[in-house]
């Protein structure tokens, strides 16, 4: 194999890696921490998510508070819990195939990546916030708060890489499709003009009086 290329699932790979980093070089005290904040706040955390996203023209045609009450809301405050409170390193691998499926969810219906972003920097916000209330801002809570930071980066990483490749996906085939329009274009552009050419010529054959 050449030595520059990659393995297919190079990325899967690497994040996995940064993953099982961040695990390892965080203290058992600070996890605790954040485990503790997750449990307590996820509810708000993805309240304040919803709330931030409805206030956007752009969210709100795509996302409604009926959704959010019947399944969002829920949904959101399990990733929240999943991804800062999951320290077992065997688990890296279905958090990461989570994300993965939610790029290419997310990706399909086409939701706008700023949007995402800034859902992501609204958690991240509040996760840090709810860190430094929990006491004096020393070494154990910033520990935490970088932590909380990078996992939802990771996160966010594999959703927009996923969902750069749904878009590709999607411009490949919206360009088969270009492709194929013309194709067809080109050639019932070329039929009728045939036929009436033929037409032609048997009319002024007609005119000429050299046909019977
Ligand atoms: C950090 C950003 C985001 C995260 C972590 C996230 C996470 C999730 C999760 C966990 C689900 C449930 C998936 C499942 O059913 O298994 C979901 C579904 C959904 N999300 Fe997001 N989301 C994000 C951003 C957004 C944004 C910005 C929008 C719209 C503007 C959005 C719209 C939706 C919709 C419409 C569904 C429901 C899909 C369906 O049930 O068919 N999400 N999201």
Redesign the pocket.
Known sequence: MDKHAQPPNAQSVSVHAQWLDLMTQTSSEAKAILSTVATRNAKRFAEI?FET?LSDP??RG??TQE?IDQ??QA??E??ILRILSTWDPSKIEDLVAQQH??GV??GR?A??IE??????RM?KRSVSQAIMNTGPADLLRIDAAATATGL?DL??EI?STQYANEQDQANKTEESYRTFASTMNATLERAPAFSFVRMGKSISQKHDGRSP
Do not use: D, P
Request: proline share 0%.
């Open positions: 998510f996203l752009k969210a795509v996302i959704m399944r969002l949904t959101m399990s990733w499926q939610l969810m997310h219906m939701i706008r949007l995402v972003l800034q859902g992501a958690i939802i996160a966010v959703i």
